[in-house]
């Protein structure tokens, strides 16, 4: 790559960067509630990733080797929670929530989560969990009043 391709490609990078958080602005208000619904715990700012943070998370995520894949399909949202914290086991995670997440930022739970989730009327359908360690990844999928929950683990 030349020097006018890397300039191009840094001014690419920015620009999406600032349009990701001038979005973050509009998505705030409805991801703070989707949050706290899921923790039933007020949102704290500081345990927000910054974007570059949370884009950091994901990239080390996805260059990880996968070591084993189990999904489950038609779970309860209780079944769910039990899940998550037989495999969380009192870790903090990242919390991301749908699409906003692209926009606001990856969150930090300490371990709080909620008995209740109301994916319907919160318009949610996508949850991730990710452990501080980057050990496992749990994905929950949540389509036409069905989760399915995808349990990751990574070498």
């Given at each position: ?45 500081n345990r927000f ?97 069905e989760i399915e ?7």
């Amino acid at each position: 790559m030349n020097n006018s391709e890397n300039k191009r490609e840094l001014l690419y990078s920015k620009r999406e960067l600032l349009y990701r958080k001038a979005q973050g602005k509009i998505h705030k208000d409805n991801y703070f509630n989707k949050i706290r619904s899921f923790t039933n715990v007020d949102v704290n700012a500081n345990r927000f990733l910054s974007l570059e943070e949370t884009d950091v998370l994901i990239n080390k995520i996805n260059c990880k080797n996968l070591l084993w894949r189990e999904k489950k399909y038609d779970c309860c949202y209780k079944e769910l929670v039990d899940f998550i914290q037989s495999k969380v086991k009192k870790q903090p995670f990242y919390l991301l929530i749908d699409e906003e997440w692209k926009y606001c930022g990856a969150y930090k739970v300490i371990n709080d989560i909620s008995e209740e989730y109301d994916f319907d009327k919160l318009v949610s359908d996508e949850i991730r969990i990710i452990p501080y360690d980057l050990s496992f990844q749990i994905r929950i999928d949540y389509d036409f009043n069905e989760i399915e929950c995808e349990y990751i683990i990574y070498k």
